[in-house]
């Protein structure tokens, strides 16, 4: 899906390592692992991913990160829009998974904060694999901010990136008013602006290459 995107709306000025860290989280494959991660985001486009994979059986813990603090900020307005951790529970629930099955992160305002909290679980519960799911545009993000937390703190934890592929880039993610192609490029200019956050694009192919 990676080399589709990026050929289709022909980002000639895109850096070829930006394509081919994209490129490797798009078509990863999925391995079997302690837990899957749904990222909270996009309302339920990254359910049917969490729920494919589970039913799988690539992992037998789901835990879902993020935060219902912004969700009544008005100003959040993209936030605003978004489901809640109680309705993403609920919608595991109604679709087969017990409830003994499923963890809750609530402590993750934003990207950044995503590592530190999901690590803790990890340690508690003895995880070494995670499978990171979120949607096309934010895959990379999420990425990096990982690689680059694992690297300060030393984590010995396997990323596995199982985006949504499956979501049209000329769409508007859930809940939000913008098209996934277009939260795209702001991802990138996120990238760059938050780079203390966020590894750079060589210590993800080098974390890529080393986890191979």
Same mark, same amino acid.
């Given at each position: 899906?990676?080399?589709?995107?990026?050929?289709?709306?022909?980002?000639?000025?895109?850096?070829?390592k930006i394509q081919e860290?994209?490129?490797?989280? #798009?078509?990863?494959?999925?391995?079997?692992?302690?837990?899957?991660? /749904?990222?909270?985001?996009?309302?339920?486009?990254?359910?049917?991913?969490? +729920?494919?994979?589970?039913?799988?059986?690539?992992? *037998?813990?789901?835990?879902?990160?993020?935060?219902?603090?912004? #969700?009544?900020?008005?100003?959040?307005?993209? &936030?605003?829009?978004? &489901?809640?951790?109680?309705?993403?529970?609920? @919608?595991?629930?109604n679709n087969g998974i017990?409830?003994?099955?499923?963890?809750?992160?609530?402590?993750?305002?934003?990207?950044? #904060?995503?590592?530190?909290?999901?690590? #803790?679980? &990890?340690?508690?519960?003895? /995880?070494?694999?995670?499978?990171?799911?979120?949607? *096309? @545009?934010?895959?990379?993000?999420?990425?990096?901010?990982?690689?680059? @937390?694992?690297?300060?703190?030393?984590?010995?934890?396997?990323?596995?990136?199982?985006?949504?592929?499956? +979501?049209? /880039?000329?769409g508007l993610a859930g809940?939000?008013?913008?098209?996934?192609?277009?939260?795209?490029?702001?991802? +990138?200019?996120?990238?760059?602006?938050?780079?203390?956050?966020? &590894?750079? @694009?060589?210590?993800?192919?080098?974390?890529?290459?080393?986890?191979?």
């Amino acid at each position: 899906m990676g080399d589709i995107f990026f050929h289709t709306i022909n980002l000639k000025k895109i850096d070829k390592k930006i394509q081919e860290v994209f490129n490797f989280i #798009m078509s990863e494959k999925p391995e079997k692992s302690d837990v899957i991660v /749904w990222l909270q985001g996009d309302r339920f486009d990254r359910g049917e991913k969490v +729920l494919e994979l589970f039913r799988n059986k690539f992992a *037998p813990i789901i835990l879902i990160s993020g935060n219902n603090i912004r #969700m009544g900020q008005q100003g959040e307005k993209e &936030a605003f829009f978004d &489901a809640n951790l109680d309705e993403i529970k609920n @919608y595991l629930i109604n679709n087969g998974i017990k409830q003994q099955k499923i963890l809750i992160d609530d402590k993750s305002l934003n990207t950044g #904060m995503h590592p530190k909290n999901i690590m #803790m679980f &990890a340690k508690k519960n003895n /995880w070494k694999k995670i499978i990171l799911v979120s949607s *096309p @545009y934010h895959q990379l993000r999420v990425f990096l901010t990982f690689v680059k @937390y694992f690297n300060e703190n030393n984590e010995n934890i396997k990323i596995i990136n199982q985006s949504v592929t499956d +979501l049209p /880039w000329d769409g508007l993610a859930g809940g939000k008013t913008k098209t996934r192609a277009d939260i795209f490029f702001e991802e +990138l200019i996120k990238i760059k602006k938050y780079k203390q956050d966020v &590894a750079t @694009y060589d210590q993800g192919l080098e974390y890529i290459n080393d986890n191979k």
